[in-house]
């Protein structure tokens, strides 16, 4: 039962920490839609082609993780770790997307941020699934703990995330 109980916070934890992000994702102040053209993958964007992806992949982020939020919160413990695998699955790449943008040079700033809160966000996906699985196997208490504060220790860079991200979705 204990072990149940550390599964689901984990699922609880993860879902916590993505709630500050997917909060930014969710204030879309400006159509979405992919504007970038491949023959100029290299140039910087324009501000609105800049806006518009940024909008198109939160809007992504977001649609993602509302498809699996039902069974994360299913208190089903095995239903929970198969639908954050999914989602970390799908989400992952969009964060890495999102993280690469060709910024223009006044979003330049905001867009390093960004990459670092991605970085970071991916990093807490994949750890939250490791610790997950951690608490399915029999592992030390030690090694738990070690995942948990470096999840703890990324938090800031995922609340900059949201800031900026609300910033550049209201420019």
């Known amino acids: 039962m204990k072990r149940n109980r550390k599964k689901i916070w984990s699922c609880l934890v993860m879902i916590l920490l993505f709630a500050s992000v997917l909060s930014a994702c969710g204030n879309n102040s400006a159509g ?17 082609e800049y806006v518009a992806e940024v909008n198109s992949i ?42 690469e943008l060709k910024a223009p040079a006044e979003f330049e700033e905001q867009q390093s941020k960004i990459k670092d809160g991605c970085d970071a966000s991916v990093e807490v996906l994949d750890l939250s699934v490791q610790l997950m699985e951690m608490e399915d196997a029999d592992q030390s208490q030690e090694d738990i703990q070690s995942i948990s504060e470096r999840i703890a220790e990324l938090s800031p860079k995922l609340s900059d995330l949201n800031t900026v991200l609300s910033e550049v979705r209201a420019a």
Do not use: F, H, W
Not at 32 to 48: H, L, N, Y
């Open 32 to 48: 979405s839609g992919s504007s970038q053209d491949e023959s100029s993958a290299d140039a910087p964007m324009t501000k609105e």
């Open 58 to 99: 939160c809007d992504e982020i977001l649609t993602v993780s509302s498809k699996y939020e039902d069974d994360m919160n299913s208190g089903d413990v095995a239903q929970a770790l198969e639908a954050t695998k999914s989602m970390v699955g799908e989400i992952r790449p969009l964060y890495v997307d999102l993280g």
